[in-house]
Every structure is written in structure tokens, then in C-alpha cells.
């Protein structure tokens, strides 16, 4: 079945500058892909999604990119500021499975100031 | 704005009682899902429901177990606890399958803490 590792699980940055993170799944039928946020005790924010035809989406300082080819999976935000801590996950579906949203292990990003 | 809602926040409990949690979504979707988060954030689906029909069962253990009145609400019932639940339980729901019905949205989750 569907794999989805995530990396880095701890990632520092200071305020005002990029965080990256990065997800590789292994089955190439994955049909959604999306990120998430979780603050400290609360819920997952659903940040942004996109289908496999899509390659780039970008939306209030946060850049998805999809490399369908190396099956990788990343999430860019620029310019990050101290809200912005939280732990990130990706979350894909395969659409040769039982359609289950599978989850990557979570990156806890810290932004100081 | 929070559109899926879990009761209770916390839950404190001993080995061997039963406890159950509430979900209730208002955004009219037509599938809810229970989620596990563990001590590492590790996330695993628990179990969906697509109008009132389950579809995915994972090998959870049979004191899980959930319940559904209507499409707007998934309870979960652990009929009897053991100390490896304790654990975030998330619910969420999403509009169905396929396109944009991949979108699922999250409650704020229930702490079980078992002692």
C-alpha cells in the first residue's frame, strides 16, 4: 500500500525566512495530496490541496509543489513569521487503494523571532 | 470558523470502563471520519462513513466501535478501555469522494487519557 515519509520532523527558522518541507510517497496512482496544520492542542487546519494535474498552486505566502515524476511532494512557506509554528503534515489518497487519506509523520516548525 | 464539532475536550478514565465521544459536523458533508493521533503525532484512520453505511473498518480492536444517527453525526464508543488508547481522537468529514470531496475537515479532537 501507499508510503508517505515527510521530512524534516523538527525544522527551525528565524521570522522572515523560508521553511521547506518534503514528502515522498511511493504509489504513482496517489490522486490528492494536501497539507495540513496542527497548532498545540487543537484540530488539523486543512491548508491547501491539489490533484494530481496540478504541479504548482500558490495561496497566502504558502507554495505547493507536486513532482509527479520523483513522487515528492513539498510545501514552501515564505516569508514565515511566529504564527506560523505548528506541526505540518501532507496527506495523499491513491486512487488504486481504499481511497484513505494517509498521513506523513508530521513536522514540528518552530519560527522565532 | 469551526464547522466540525467533539465533545468532550478531555476525558479522563480508568482501565475497563467504557467511554464514548461525540462528533457532529454541520457542513452538510456525507462522510465522517475517526481518526487516532498517537503520543507522536502519528495519524491513523480509525474507521468512515458514507451516509450512514460503514466503508472502512481498519483492524482496530472490536472494543471500538462507531455509531452514526444521521450523516451529521459519528460517535465513537470504547466499550472497554485499555491504557494503550489513551490518545487524541480526531473526527472529521468531508463531501463525499472524488474532486473536491477529498477535502476533509477536522474537529478539535478528545484526550483520552487512561490510567
Known amino acids: 500500500g501507499e508510503q508517505v515519509e515527510q521530512r524534516p520532523p523538527h525544522l527551525s527558522v528565524r521570522e522572515g525566512d523560508s521553511a521547506i518541507i518534503i514528502c515522498t510517497y511511493t504509489?504513482?496512482?496517489?490522486?490528492?495530496f494536501s497539507w495540513y496544520k496542527q497548532e498545540a492542542g487543537a484540530g488539523l487546519q486543512l491548508l491547501m490541496s491539489?490533484?494530481?494535474?496540478?504541479d504548482r498552486k500558490e495561496e497566502q505566502g504558502l507554495t505547493v509543489l507536486l513532482n509527479k515524476k520523483d513522487k515528492r511532494l513539498s510545501l514552501n512557506l515564505t516569508a514565515a513569521h511566529p504564527g506560523d509554528s505548528a506541526v505540518y503534515f501532507c496527506?495523499?489518497?491513491?486512487?488504486?487503494?481504499?481511497?484513505?487519506?494517509?498521513f506523513g509523520s508530521g513536522t514540528q516548525l518552530t519560527v522565532m523571532p | 470558523e469551526t464547522a466540525v464539532f467533539q465533545t468532550p475536550n478531555y476525558h479522563v478514565t480508568q482501565v475497563g470502563n467504557e467511554v464514548s465521544f461525540n462528533c457532529k459536523q454541520t457542513?452538510?458533508?456525507?462522510?465522517m471520519y475517526w481518526y487516532k493521533q498517537d503520543s507522536k503525532k502519528l495519524l491513523k484512520i480509525m474507521f468512515s462513513?458514507?451516509?450512514?453505511?460503514?466503508?472502512v473498518n481498519e483492524t482496530v480492536p472490536r472494543r471500538f466501535s462507531p455509531q452514526s444517527s444521521d450523516k451529521a453525526h459519528l460517535n465513537l464508543r470504547i466499550k472497554s478501555v485499555e491504557p494503550e488508547d489513551s490518545a487524541v481522537y480526531l473526527c472529521?468529514?468531508?463531501?463525499?469522494?472524488?474532486?473536491?470531496?477529498?477535502?476533509?475537515?477536522f474537529g478539535p479532537g478528545t484526550r483520552l487519557t487512561v490510567l
Open positions: 457542513l452538510g458533508h456525507d462522510t
Open positions: 462513513y458514507n451516509n450512514k453505511q460503514l466503508i
Open positions: 491539489v490533484l494530481s494535474n496540478v
Open positions: 496527506a495523499v489518497i491513491a486512487s488504486s487503494g481504499s481511497w484513505q487519506l494517509i
Open positions: 472529521a468529514s468531508s463531501l463525499g469522494l472524488g474532486g473536491r470531496s477529498y477535502e476533509q475537515y
Open positions: 504509489d504513482s496512482a496517489t490522486a490528492y
